[in-house]
């Protein structure tokens, strides 16, 4: 007897046409549809073949039909293991809320050395000594800091200039190890500085305590100099000089920048990008302005829009796409951030871009004064006068009464991105998240409607640049895959 | 414009409505028990092309919005299940 008589035809075997949904949102996406799901999943479909899936006319031979369920958009009467798998997914993507409050910023001095027309800080001239943390109110919240649970703690000194204010940190920093002693947390220094003040005592202090150092870097010596003017006219200078002496000193994992777009910035992405590779950088932030402080003040934030910012990301990319087929492995940090949620379950912890808001849960800030806010931004607003998001204060405040605050438990509920109107259907939404602070400033509402987001347009405009090129261009597609 | 509840419910249109506000003012009134006239205000600066581009999404945006909530609708229970087993310590699917 032939094999064909003893065995059934494959199709006996299936039940054909029995499939259910999984949950999922979709969109037009140029000329097919994106379909993803509450852990990230992503697929695109013709328009044929969305029509045949959502009118579950999908045939099981076909080939979409066994990528729809192995990413979990569909199952069937074959196996129901999408539903344990999707439950672990969803509850690893939402781990790092359990871990609660890592990073605590402590604003040692308002003071600064430079007058950047963007600053969103809205610095204080260097010998305005009254807009220095003291002793006392760093004592404060270093009790706050170790109240958090989580088993990893980032102390980041910013400023202003946060080297104006060195003894300080030196006084946070032995004081906290010394309690890391008892506490066994995972505990990280940074410094955000501009390296105008970096000496070897500072470099010393930075090797005995592992501290990491964050910088700016604009770009090319004019572009730097334009958008980050000083006295002495020699930013540039000192910071490049800083950065050199850091990564001598420390290592060259020691140290990293950042940059921030200006208008003067957005016709020289490449010279941006080949000045951090000349200094030995193997990433760059593309960050745009934000819409606080001096920024505001000076109309900088005015300059450029959303769209202006997503061409000059593009061709940032795209330059880095040339670099990475030459040879030079670079990356692009943002985006590293996005590809993380789209490709893994895993929560890259990036403060703006959860659900509910990272404010407070992720990260807080103790203002010099000892003011506590829900984020860097919303000490930026409050310098502008708005005190919106002042959570209170460490001389008044217990830790208990500050993270059990109606304040914050409200900020929480009214940023889940589910519950948002238009995010609660966005295709991208489960890679994106909630900024109150940004759409308060810009629309004096902590939701804020996405139609006018500037927060919104760019984020789509990203997601939809990464998702592109992941869909149709498996060259470019593997470098993204390298970055996570 | 006019649309037939029978085909789009309220829900549906208001989702719709709700996201094309930035492009344009907008009414919904009550036509009769089967049917709504939703009305449109432009900017001057908004050219009869762009008006065309904007009903020809806004009448995308209602079948898909409307298939939005019929997904939404066939998997309520199954995505309750999904986040019940994700955030208890229990086995549910199993049980």
């Known amino acids: ?484 | 414009m006019v649309v037939d509840l029978n085909i789009f419910s309220l829900d549906v249109i208001k989702k719709v409505c709700y996201k094309s506000s930035f492009f344009s003012s907008l009414d919904i009134d009550p036509l009769n028990e089967q049917k709504v006239v939703v009305s449109f205000s432009f900017d001057e600066e908004f050219t009869e092309e762009l008006q065309k581009r904007f009903f020809m999404d806004f009448n995308q945006d209602l079948v898909d919005e409307d298939l939005r909530g019929k997904v939404k609708e066939e998997t309520e229970v199954i995505r309750n299940l999904i986040l019940a087993n994700a955030f208890s310590d229990t086995t549910l699917v199993d049980d």
């Open chain 1, 1 to 484: 007897m032939d094999l064909a008589k003893k065995f059934k035809a494959p199709e006996k075997f299936i039940e054909v046409s029995s499939y259910n949904f999984l949950p999922f949102r979709f969109s037009r996406f140029d000329s097919r549809y994106l379909l993803t799901n509450e852990v990230g999943e992503y697929l695109f479909l013709s328009n044929e073949q969305f029509l045949a899936f959502t009118r579950h006319k999908l045939k099981y031979s076909e080939a979409i039909y066994l990528d729809l369920k192995c990413k979990h958009f569909l199952i069937d009467s074959d196996s129901d293991v999408s539903i344990d798998l999707l439950s672990l997914k969803l509850r690893t993507k939402y781990q790092a809320i359990k871990q609660f409050t890592s990073l605590h910023l402590f604003v040692v001095s308002l003071r600064c050395d430079y007058s950047c027309p963007y600053c969103q800080v809205s610095r204080i001239s260097e010998n305005k000594t009254q807009f220095d943390m003291t002793e006392e109110t760093a004592l404060l919240g270093l009790d706050f800091v170790f109240k958090s649970p989580s088993g990893a703690i980032k102390i980041e000194f910013q400023g202003g200039e946060s080297l104006l204010n060195f003894e300080l940190i030196r006084f946070i920093v032995e004081e906290a190890s010394s309690r890391n002693k008892v506490e066994k947390r995972d505990l990280v220094f940074v410094i955000a500085t501009n390296l105008s003040f970096i000496d070897n005592d500072v470099l010393h202090f930075c090797s005995e305590h592992n501290i990491f150092i964050s910088t700016s870097l604009d770009g090319p010596q004019d572009l730097h100099d334009k958008n980050r003017p000083r006295p002495d006219k020699n930013g540039y200078d000192l910071t490049v000089n800083g950065i050199r002496n850091v990564q001598r000193s420390l290592g060259v994992d020691k140290v990293s920048a950042l940059m921030t777009t200006t208008e003067s910035s957005l016709s020289r992405v490449r010279d941006i990008i080949d000045e951090y590779i000349s200094h030995g950088f193997d990433s760059i932030f593309l960050r745009p302005l934000s819409p606080y402080g001096f920024a505001v003040k000076t109309k900088s934030i005015h300059k450029y829009n959303a769209q202006r910012w997503l061409d000059f990301y593009k061709e940032g990319m795209e330059y880095i796409f040339e670099l990475n087929r030459n040879g030079i492995p670079f990356r692009e940090e943002y985006s590293s951030i996005i590809l993380k949620k789209i490709l893994t379950p895993f929560n890259p912890g990036y403060v703006d871009l959860q659900s509910p808001a990272g404010v407070a849960i992720s990260a807080i800030v103790f203002n010099y004064d000892g003011d506590v806010y829900a984020s860097d931004e919303s000490r930026m607003l409050a310098e502008m006068g708005d005190k919106e998001f002042k959570l209170g204060s460490l001389n008044n405040d217990s830790y208990e009464e500050i993270m059990t605050s109606e304040k914050i438990l409200s900020l929480l509920s009214e940023t889940m991105t589910e519950g948002m109107p238009m995010c609660t259907d966005c295709v991208f939404m489960n890679y994106c998240g909630s900024d109150p602070v940004y759409h308060y400033a810009t629309q004096k509402d902590i939701i804020g409607h996405k139609s006018r987001s500037g927060f919104c347009e760019k984020n789509m405009g990203v997601f939809k640049y990464l998702l592109g090129i992941l869909g149709e261009d498996a060259s470019r597609a593997n470098t993204l895959r390298g970055w996570v």
